[in-house]
Structures are given as C-alpha cells and as structure tokens.
C-alpha cells in the first residue's frame, strides 16, 4: 500500500477587513459614476454647435500629471513606513503626497482660469464645455476630498494619534488615492489625447 500524501496546514480562511471592502464598494460605485461621465464626454466629442474646440483652448497638463501620478508612489512609500514603525518616515512621505495633490489642484485651477476669463470657455458655452467641467470637475472633487482625508491623517499622525496598529486603516484610505490616479489616467487620455 502506498502512503497518503499530506498536505501542509493550510492557514485558515479570513474573511477581509471591514474597511478594506466597504472602501472596494466605494470604489466599485465612483467607478460606475466615472464610467457614465467619461461615455458622456466620449459622446459628445465633436458635437458642439459653437467654439472654442478642445484643440483651441486645451493645453495638456504634464507638470500636473507627473505631480498626481507620483502621489501614488509617495504613499505608498508611506504606507511602507508605517508598516515598519518609522512614523516619522511616514509622515514625510504623506506630506509629500499631500504636497503633490495640492500642486494638481492649484494647476487645476490656473487651468480653469485660462478657459475661463481668456479663452471665454464655461460650462454653458457649449457640449464641450459642460462635459469637460462635468468630468474633470468631478475628478478634481474626488482629489480634494482626498486631500481632506490625507492632510487629517497628517494632523493625527503628528499629534501621535496614528501608530504602527493602525497601518492596515492607512492602506485601505490609500487604496482610495490609488483610485483616484487611476481614474486620472483615464480623464487624462480621454481629454486631453483622444479628444483633442
């Protein structure tokens, strides 16, 4: 007779934080709504009655870009920090992130000013016009809410609030940062490469 083989213990199955997938329903629903707005402006594309035309007035924005996307790098370094105990590595790199997001905002803004007050483009002037504020709009509401949550965490985190314990809520708040470079990505070649 020959012997059964055994298999190692299996550890046991865990059911998933809390946190981790009511984050993923989040972001499985601003998907949704991110998808229906990006269709939209898809759509629209080329349809407009009257100028300007995104080839006219749009300027793409790499400086931003490059500041957004390297966000996701600076917090996951964080989150690397955290997970070693070094809080004050932790701190500096999320201040970084924080320092990155702002610098998109604020050229998101100089952006809109330009359309706005010199190339006369608003959210009534025409399809263009109401489609690109609609999604890069909301795109740049999901940052700032981001930037909310990220600059509390900084203030809880030097007030000595946030420790090493509370590394895995870290990490499902930086999945929604992830999220939103992502989504920018999307916006980005939607926008300013296809439809321009």
């Not at 998907?31 to 007035?57: D, E, M, N, R």
């Not at 998101?108 to 609609?134: A, P, Q």
């Amino acid at each position: 007779m020959s012997a059964i083989p055994v298999s190692p213990i299996a550890e046991p199955w865990r059911l998933p934080s809390r946190g981790r997938v009511a984050m993923l329903a989040l972001i499985t629903g601003e998907s949704a709504i991110f998808t229906i707005f990006v269709v939209a402006y898809i759509y629209y594309i080329g349809k407009s009655l009257t100028g300007p035309t995104p080839s006219q007035v749009l300027d793409i924005p790499f400086f931003n870009t490059i500041c957004l996307l390297s966000s996701s790098v600076t917090i996951w370094l964080a989150e690397r920090q955290i997970d070693r105990g070094k809080m004050r590595g932790f701190a500096a790199w999320w201040a970084l992130t924080i320092t990155l997001g702002m610098i998109f905002i604020v050229g998101t803004g100089i952006e809109w000013h330009k359309l706005i007050y010199l190339d006369g483009l608003t959210i009534r002037t025409n399809l263009f016009g109401t489609t690109f504020y609609s999604l890069v709009g909301l795109h740049a509401t999901h940052v700032v809410v981001g930037l909310i949550g990220l600059s509390l965490i900084l203030i809880f985190t030097l007030t000595g609030h946030v420790r090493e314990e509370h590394s895995e809520r870290i990490q499902v708040f930086a999945l929604y940062w992830h999220f939103v470079d992502a989504v920018w990505v999307v916006v980005f070649t939607v926008v300013y490469i296809v439809g321009r």
